[in-house]
């Protein structure tokens, strides 16, 4: 196991092979998809070739997310789309196991990411979009600091209704400033 970053509960490490059976569950998983506004079904091997895809891609940092009590794989979050001319990177998380759903889990992994991209990439910004039904993910950012910058109007079609996709950003100063205290105690040190 080789750990990336970590915090309370969770640490976040490079995928596995092994990570692709889970992930293809979640992948197809409804509840999480129409959450995400992405196009599935994926079979088994192409579940496996994303994972292999991210992974390679030297643009983005995309990790596995998993529970420190009990070893649990839980996710895969990282920062995407890394821009170092500008000094910006996309946020993407998605918590699969629904056990850990409300619970904290997705903030404390946004909150590792967030200060990684900050104290260790020398991002100025981090953005996101947002489906405007997945309350609990919008809940998540506005938590950690995430303001809302605009709307993109009719963007994904989930269960034969038009939903909107909200996009977000924090800057590093807002980061720092909402979670002075906070940020200093995840550990951002590559293992």
Not at 134 to 154: L, M, P, S, T
Request: proline share 2%; aromatic share 10%; hydrophobic share 40%.
């Amino acid at each position: 196991m080789s750990v990336f970053l970590e915090s309370e509960r969770v640490y976040l490490r490079p995928h596995e092979p092994d990570d692709a059976d889970k992930m293809y569950t979640w992948f197809n998983n409804v509840k999480i998809t129409r959450l995400t506004g992405e196009v599935y079904p994926l079979s088994r091997e192409e579940a496996k070739e994303r994972i292999e895809a991210w992974t390679k891609d030297k643009n983005s940092l995309s990790l596995s997310v998993v529970t420190k009590a009990d070893d649990k794989l839980i996710g895969t979050a990282g920062l995407i789309n890394i821009d170092t001319v500008h000094r910006r990177a996309e946020l993407a998380i998605i918590i699969g196991e629904e056990a850990y759903w409300s619970r904290g889990y997705g903030t404390e992994t946004i909150k590792a990411l967030l200060n990684y991209g900050f104290n260790r990439l020398n991002l100025n910004m981090v953005y996101l979009g947002v489906i405007d039904i997945n309350e609990r993910a919008i809940k998540a950012y506005k938590k950690v600091g995430f303001v809302q910058d605009g709307v993109i109007r009719e963007k994904y079609l989930i269960d034969g209704k038009y939903c909107n996709c909200i996009m977000m950003s924090i800057l590093e100063r807002e980061f720092k400033k909402k979670l002075p205290d906070k940020t200093a105690a995840v550990n951002t040190a590559v293992k």
